[in-house]
């Protein structure tokens, strides 16, 4: 069953939706893969957020910055989805909407992408291609990988 998408400004998330987006990017990057960082960068007031919601609270959540940000082309990260709705296909499902919404919102079809390594071939799927070798971003395994 598909979900509905919601994407927000920084300003039109509010500080109960910030904070449970937080809370659920702690709870699968740092707390699920042991990875200790500054999750909290200075993008999020510069992106876009979009997420799927079930009973209010986000499931499954991904940002996009805008062309300039961090790379040349608009690029997303952030892409998680809760440990209790994984295996349902949400995550290519929020992949698509991020892709949508980056090319509606920046009127382009190219995207550049810092992925973990071991997801290469899902984002493969999408049209990504390597560039590069890999290297590690606060201890895990990544690649940059072009669209478009």
């Known amino acids: 069953m598909p979900m509905e998408w919601k994407h927000f400004t920084f300003e039109e998330l509010g500080s109960d939706l910030l904070y449970e987006i937080l809370r659920l990017r702690q709870e699968v990057f740092i707390l699920e893969q042991k990875c200790f960082?500054?999750?909290?960068?200075?993008?999020?007031?510069?992106?876009?957020?979009?997420?799927?919601?079930?009973?209010?609270?986000?499931?499954?959540?991904?940002?996009?910055?805008?062309?300039?940000?961090?790379?040349?082309?608009?690029?997303?990260?952030?892409?998680?989805?809760?440990?209790?709705?994984?295996?349902?296909g949400l995550g290519k499902e929020l992949t698509h909407a991020l892709i949508r919404l980056s090319e509606s919102e920046f009127h382009r079809k190219?995207?550049?992408i810092s992925a973990q390594a071991y997801l290469k071939s899902f984002y493969e799927g999408f049209g990504f291609r390597p560039e590069g070798e890999e290297y590690l971003d606060a201890g895990i395994p990544h690649i940059k990988m072009i669209r478009g």
């Open 37 to 88: 960082y500054l999750d909290a960068d200075g993008l999020d007031k510069e992106a876009l957020h979009l997420c799927t919601f079930d009973a209010g609270r986000p499931i499954a959540y991904g940002r996009i910055l805008g062309p300039g940000r961090v790379y040349p082309q608009p690029s997303f990260g952030r892409v998680l989805v809760a440990r209790d709705y994984r295996g349902r």
């Open 110 to 112: 190219d995207l550049c």
